[in-house]
Nanobody
Framework: QVQLVESGGGLVQAGGSLRLSCAASGNIFSCYTMGWFRQAPGKQREAVATSGTDGSPNYADSVKGRFTISRDNTKKTVSLQMNSLKPEDTAVYYC?????????WGQGIQVTVSS
């Protein structure tokens, strides 16, 4: 089973940028999608961006044009470049792997955008 570890979160001012990285161990090719979800206080976890095994991306409408997901199967990483950050992007961000028989989550990393 794939295990995931996120890095790169932190505090940034509105309009700034952050890059999140997720390092995977195990057979990353078992993950037919990998991606990023987020959960803000008092809200449900929501999908931010996902990538198929061929790297094809999908984005939430709220982040289109600002966030870019990249998946590297050789390096076993999936990254999220976040530009033009807004206070409403503040949340705990989770890396995710969806395989045929399981779903794996990272431990989560805090992203805080100040106004």
């Amino acid at each position: 089973q794939v295990q995931l570890v996120e890095s790169g979160g932190g505090l940034v001012q509105a309009g700034g940028s952050l890059r999140l990285s997720c390092a995977a161990s195990g057979n990353i090719f078992s993950c037919y999608t990998m991606g990023w979800f987020r959960q803000a206080p008092g809200k449900q976890r929501e999908a931010v961006a996902t990538s198929g095994t061929d790297g094809s991306p999908n984005y939430a409408d709220s982040v289109k044009g600002r966030f870019t997901i990249s998946r590297d199967n050789t390096k076993k990483t999936v990254s999220l470049q976040m530009n033009s950050l807004k206070p409403e992007d503040t949340a705990v961000y989770y890396c995710n792997c969806r395989a045929d028989l399981y779903v794996t989550w990272g431990q989560g990393i805090q992203v805080t955008v100040s106004s």
